[in-house]
């Protein structure tokens, strides 16, 4: 069978849009060169391999050790880069979530402030290198997850909709050690349109 080849997906916005959130600097580092090395570490690592022709979903769900190290990585890079959109100077992003996601979280955390506050809080609190998940569970209801590591909610049964990296390659070229100002700004670059089509899927 034909190796089913990963490649390094293309940004739908240019490497200084999502400026001053995150700098054209760590994007070229953060895609370019960290996201673009888990995809070169995948395709060798499968070649030859049960998993050679398999969807990335299904390899993270069924691998284990480097193999499930770099496609979780690819996944979770893949979805926490095509969830931002530029700056548009919007102050409040709960004006732009629309619904049935924007229902769902006041259903589920009372509030879009209370839901921010904890996510931040999850984020700030995950020790060492991981990520941090907005995730839904087969009914839609809703779930922060802390994930260590290349980890990601697909693994636990539940789909994946919004993320924040905090391994430090993500924030030291522009916030240095402030991972909790880092958190707080990214808020202005979700893409809500594409977090809500991923949550009616
Ligand atoms: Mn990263």
Do not use: C
Not at 5 to 24: G, M, R, W
Not at 153 to 168: A, H, I, N, Q, R
């Amino acid at each position: 069978m034909m190796a089913l080849l990963f490649s390094l997906i293309t940004l739908p916005y240019a490497p200084n849009a999502l400026e001053p959130v995150i700098s054209q600097e760590t994007i070229e580092y953060h895609h370019g060169k960290h996201l673009q090395t888990y995809v070169d570490n995948l395709n060798k690592l499968i070649a030859g391999t049960e998993f050679e022709s398999m969807p990335l979903e299904d390899i993270v769900a069924k691998s284990q050790g480097a193999i499930f190290n770099n496609a979780g990585q690819i996944l979770n890079h893949n979805l926490y880069f095509l969830q931002f959109r530029p700056v548009t100077g919007n102050p409040s992003p709960v004006t732009d979530i629309p619904s049935p996601l924007r229902d769902a979280i006041n259903r589920d955390f009372g509030s879009f402030e209370a839901f921010k506050a904890e996510f931040e809080q999850k984020g700030t609190t995950l020790f060492g290198s991981g990520w941090v998940w907005l995730a839904a569970n087969k009914d839609g209801k809703l779930v922060i997850t802390q994930e260590p590591n290349a980890g990601n909610p697909v693994t636990k049964g539940l789909k994946p909709l919004l993320t924040m990296d905090v391994w430090e390659h993500a924030y030291y070229i522009d916030y240095r050690n402030r991972r909790a100002a880092h958190l707080q700004s990214l808020w202005q670059i979700i893409n809500w349109d594409e977090i809500n089509r991923r949550y009616t899927e």
